[in-house]
DNA sequence: GTAACCACTTTCTTATTGGTAACTATATTG
DNA sequence: CAATATAGTTACCAATAAGAAAGTGGTTAC
């Protein structure tokens, strides 16, 4: 099979699901923004500086996380404040737009945990 | 900043919570996984063919849909069932297991869903 | 004045993902 | 016997994601 022809098989509503699944994909995607997330939310009664959170999740890189923050801040899910403190520190944290999404990010998490004990029994 | 030594600032709940979250990524994440899920599970009335679940979603080549078909039967949550037809023909068909996924992409959807009547209102 | 800390940014490199197209194998149709 | 259909596989390539390391710019402590 090389690439199909598509012929709108599927409802327009399918479509409108695929493109809502795919814009949460792009949003949330890739290796590190629910981690992120979940610090945040975690840590929500400290003061997550850069460095705190860099530290906090285990492997992260700087460059990874600076970026991962700009996209979130950009989707409006994060919001950056700067403190002018000594060395300047900047803290993140989730908005409440951002936390609209954790119920899901939860829902993820614990089908993560239950699968790890559906595959311990075999 | 360059890598950053982790000295486990987070509760042993968290470090959990953090492997829980990339297993449900390994396993659902990537371009088609959930896509394909869609589609076997809005589809579930007809028999869903190689074929037909390629001409149904848009876009997906022939050796991704094998490979992510294979990917999903591997960890038990679509199964595969050769008909012995003239040219034998193949279906596909999300496990209980795999429903169990159902809800969460649901929501995920749905996220997605709000997220564009969001942005419409700037 | 040099070392250290914060918050990044930049450059270079590697790894992973995904796409195109051709090919295999079997079977039917005209 | 050539075309078409099913269900893939294989080889090659391009794009993207991610990692490692060094550098920037400002401030403060010794």
Not at 14 to 28: G, H, K, M, P, S
Not at 90 to 109: D, H, N
């Amino acid at each position: 099979m090389n690439n199909v022809q598509h012929e709108d098989v599927l409802p327009e509503q399918c479509n409108e699901a695929i493109l809502a699944l795919r814009d949460t994909i792009d949003i949330w995607g890739g290796k590190w923004k629910l981690m992120i997330l979940l610090y945040l939310t975690i840590n929500s009664n400290n003061k997550n500086y850069f460095m705190e959170i860099g530290r906090g999740i285990s492997g992260i890189s700087g460059k990874m996380l600076s970026k991962e923050l700009k996209d979130l801040e950009m989707n409006k899910l994060v919001k950056r404040v700067v403190h002018d403190t000594k060395p300047i520190t900047v803290e993140y944290a989730v908005t409440p737009y951002g936390m609209s999404f954790i119920p899901v990010a939860k829902a993820l998490l614990e089908w993560g945990l239950s699968h790890r004990e559906h595959i311990k029994q075999y």
